[in-house]
């Protein structure tokens, strides 16, 4: 874009182009050499409020739905399993049954919730160990079609070996179904769920735990259901755990847990599973009505704290100040180690 | 003029179709102490790569009606009004008997050393408080990112990397997932309202491939978006940078230029004249996927400790029948 015209006496009417001066530059430098202020900012800046982050546009209903089911049938099917080898075959069938339904409903939640969902097949185009919804998918291609054998197997009793083989083999992945979602969520950059990326997978199990052992005591008899009632305080007391070091950890990206809609679906999480817990250790034992009705309240609590999860990262993705705040600090802790260093040596 | 043909230069390079070998990483040093907000590099690329209208609104954010980076944006200006002087400056221009109407006469015919002194050269607070401002102007675009979160975790490898170094979607085999949007620490990729799939820059794939420089770059009047190769962007970035700082200028800063960051290095880095965060850049972006065998590791032990609480419960109790 020069404008510049080639004279005998050189180049004339140069202009400066990408070399031009501003501001100072046009004082002649008079105040070269000020120090740039150290002292940090106290608050957080941001252009014009709006978020760094780009906010997923997941549905609540398809994400955290999905969320919910996989870890109902991936805990489904081990205590499916666990059931069957200790003798409580209802409860088995029943597990079996439900790990099915909850599967095939996720997926279809999946697949919804694709822009281009003619196009879900794509998923299995490669094997990424780097990312977690490629290893998920394929989690749920070796998953999804042994709880459907193993759902089958029971329901019909045909092919009892195969049904067994498809019951372990359920019973191995499942765990593993219930606990990726949390890294899949985790491995992001919205803070609220980076930051838990520790906390994440074990407060998803427990979650799942909750939920299978929830429909352990909604659908199994009740002179099976000792092992569910054990399960559910198990899991309540990690998901109580897990929650707690997940506060505890993620610094300013905490926040969203607490206020707003994910801070109350989460409060209602933690009295609906105290509710659950309680109704399932005191009374699910003697009463079938209370074991049905502790274990529908679990598979609430459950619920509700897959969607409390899912609506603090897009609380913190929305908002600059969970993006901008901690990595200001990160780069100020950063900046005071090192000065540290310098001055020590 | 000496920019066009340097890059022309290099962009003869970056094909490698004489040679045979791999090009070298290029990519784009946008200086934004040279940028005027004229919102070419929006335009031409808008216009080179097809990129549909995504909304005509009046925002209020000074002159920036475009609000950011997006699926139909690949190109976004930021306008930053600030009462701040500009670089720390302090204006001495006497403005009383400067007549305006004279320089306006002579139109672009000012020289150079007297364009120095215009109207709007900012001066002291007035009597009663109004302060100086500066109004900053940044020209952002996807970083393409050494360490690429996007690509990392995109499912169905549809993202990836090319022969020239930089992150591209390939249309027809993206599923739509929406993974890579939260995965981008920029908050640059996003996926198309009524199509699903995810769109951003793609450097101009198409463009390096024939040799020519990304519609943006070529486009900008200022040479304030630089496009060459990595190295010579970022020895150049340094020069310009130390030329600044010599001039008093001690705010201007390079963004996403240092390989060793959270990224691994931006494939676009910047030139600021403030924190990153006043133009609505992450001020210590990390690439997730660097937490992700720790995750993984967490996620294999809580899935066997859920096993185990399923078999150990099951134990307590013993065997039905």
């Known amino acids: 874009?020069?404008?510049?015209?080639?004279?005998?006496?050189?180049?004339?009417?140069?202009?400066?182009?990408?070399?031009?001066?501003?501001?100072?530059?046009?004082?002649?430098?008079?105040?070269?050499?000020?120090?740039?202020?150290?002292?940090?900012?106290a608050e957080f800046t941001s252009y014009y409020g709006r978020p760094v982050l780009k906010v997923p546009s997941w549905e609540a209903r398809d994400i955290a739905g999905y969320m919910f089911l996989g870890g109902l049938a991936g805990a489904g099917s081990a205590l499916a399993a666990a059931a069957q080898f200790t003798g409580r075959p209802a409860t088995a069938r029943a597990l079996k049954l439900s790990s099915l339904g909850a599967i095939s409903l996720s997926t279809a939640a999946l697949v919804h919730d694709l822009g281009r969902p003619a196009r879900f097949l794509n998923m299995l185009r490669v094997a990424k160990p780097t990312s977690p919804m490629s290893v998920g998918s394929w989690l749920l291609a070796g998953y999804g079609p042994a709880a459907g054998l193993?759902?089958?197997?029971?329901?019909?009793?045909?092919?009892?070996?195969?049904?067994?083989?498809?019951?372990?083999?359920?019973?191995?992945?499942?765990?593993?179904?219930?606990?990726?979602?949390?890294?899949?969520?985790?491995?992001?950059?919205?803070?609220?769920?980076?930051?838990?990326?520790?906390?994440?997978?074990?407060?998803?199990?427990?979650?799942?735990?909750?939920?299978?052992?929830?429909?352990?005591?909604l659908a199994g008899p009740r002179r099976e259901n000792g092992p569910a009632r054990a399960v559910a305080a198990l899991a309540a007391g990690g998901e109580a755990l897990a929650l707690r070091s997940l506060l505890t950890s993620a610094g300013h990206a905490a926040e969203p847990y607490r206020t707003g809609r994910p801070g109350r679906l989460l409060t209602t999480a933690k009295r609906l599973a105290f509710l659950g817990t309680a109704g399932a250790t005191l009374l699910a034992g003697r009463s079938r009505t209370a074991a049905a009705l502790s274990g529908a309240t679990l598979l609430a609590a459950s619920a509700a704290t897959r969607f409390a999860v899912f609506h603090a990262g897009i609380a913190s993705a929305r908002d600059p100040k969970y993006t901008v705040l901690p990595q200001r600090l990160r780069l100020q802790a950063e900046a005071e180690a090192e000065a540290e260093a310098t001055g020590a040596a | 003029?000496?920019?066009?043909?340097?890059?022309?230069?290099?962009?003869?390079?970056?094909?490698?179709?004489?040679?045979?070998?791999?090009?070298?990483?290029?990519?784009?040093?946008?200086?934004?102490?040279?940028?005027?907000?004229?919102?070419?590099?929006?335009?031409?690329?808008?216009?080179?790569?097809?990129?549909?209208?995504?909304?005509?609104?009046?925002?209020?954010?000074?002159?920036?009606?475009?609000?950011?980076?997006?699926?139909?944006?690949?190109?976004?200006?930021?306008?930053?009004?600030?009462?701040?002087?500009?670089?720390?400056?302090?204006?001495?221009?006497?403005?009383?008997?400067?007549?305006?109407?004279?320089?306006?006469?002579?139109?672009?015919?000012?020289?150079?050393?007297?364009?120095?002194?215009?109207?709007?050269?900012?001066?002291?607070?007035?009597?009663?408080?109004?302060?100086?401002?500066?109004?900053?102007?940044?020209?952002?675009?996807?970083?393409?990112?050494?360490?690429?979160?996007?690509?990392?975790?995109?499912?169905?490898?549809?993202?990836?990397?090319?022969?020239?170094?930089?992150?591209?979607?390939q249309q027809d085999v993206c599923n739509g997932c929406g993974y890579c949007v939260p995965a981008c620490p920029f908050g640059v990729i996003e996926q198309r309202e009524g199509d699903g799939r995810a769109f951003k820059c793609t450097l101009c794939y198409d463009r390096l491939g024939a040799g020519q420089e990304p519609a943006c770059a070529k486009a900008c009047p200022t040479d304030s978006i630089q496009f060459g190769p990595l190295d010579a962007l970022r020895e150049r970035a340094e020069r310009r940078v130390a030329q600044l700082h010599a001039a008093g200028v001690p705010d201007a800063r390079l963004y996403g230029a240092e390989p060793d960051d959270g990224v691994g290095g931006a494939g676009a880095f910047f030139l600021l004249l403030d924190e990153p965060e006043v133009y609505g850049l992450p001020p210590d972006p990390r690439v997730t996927t660097r937490d992700l065998p720790t995750m993984w590791r967490h996620a294999a032990l809580a899935a066997v400790t859920l096993l185990g609480g399923i078999a150990a419960a099951h134990r307590v109790f013993g065997r039905k029948r």
Not at chain 1, 18 to 34: M, S
Request: aromatic share 4%; glycine share 12%; charged share 20%.
């Open chain 2, 1 to 169: 003029m000496t920019t066009e043909q340097t890059t022309g230069q290099t962009t003869g390079q970056t094909t490698g179709e004489t040679t045979g070998q791999q090009p070298p990483r290029v990519g784009f040093f946008t200086d934004t102490s040279v940028c005027i907000g004229c919102k070419a590099c929006e335009v031409a690329c808008k216009e080179w790569n097809l990129v549909p209208e995504d909304g005509l609104t009046l925002t209020g954010m000074s002159y920036d009606n475009t609000e950011a980076l997006g699926a139909s944006t690949w190109r976004h200006v930021a306008f930053i009004e600030q009462t701040k002087p500009l670089g720390g400056q302090q204006a001495h221009q006497p403005h009383a008997d400067l007549d305006v109407l004279a320089l306006a006469a002579r139109g672009s015919a000012t020289p150079v050393d007297e364009a120095a002194m215009t109207p709007t050269t900012p001066g002291p607070p007035t009597a009663d408080g109004r302060t100086e401002l500066r109004w900053l102007m940044a020209s952002d675009v996807c970083k393409h990112c050494t360490e690429a979160a996007c690509l990392d975790v995109c499912p169905t490898g549809a993202l990836f990397r090319t022969e020239f170094g930089s992150v591209v979607v």
């Open chain 1, 150 to 217: 193993a759902a089958a197997s029971a329901a019909t009793g045909l092919l009892p070996r195969l049904g067994t083989a498809a019951t372990l083999a359920a019973a191995g992945l499942g765990p593993a179904v219930a606990t990726y979602t949390g890294v899949l969520l985790a491995d992001t950059a919205v803070p609220s769920w980076h930051e838990a990326h520790r906390e994440l997978p074990h407060l998803f199990a427990a979650s799942a735990a909750t939920a299978g052992a929830g429909m352990a005591l």
């Open chain 1, 1 to 41: 874009m020069s404008e510049a015209r080639v004279t005998r006496d050189g180049l004339e009417g140069v202009r400066p182009g990408r070399e031009a001066l501003f501001g100072n530059g046009l004082d002649g430098g008079r105040r070269r050499g000020r120090e740039r202020p150290v002292v940090p900012q």
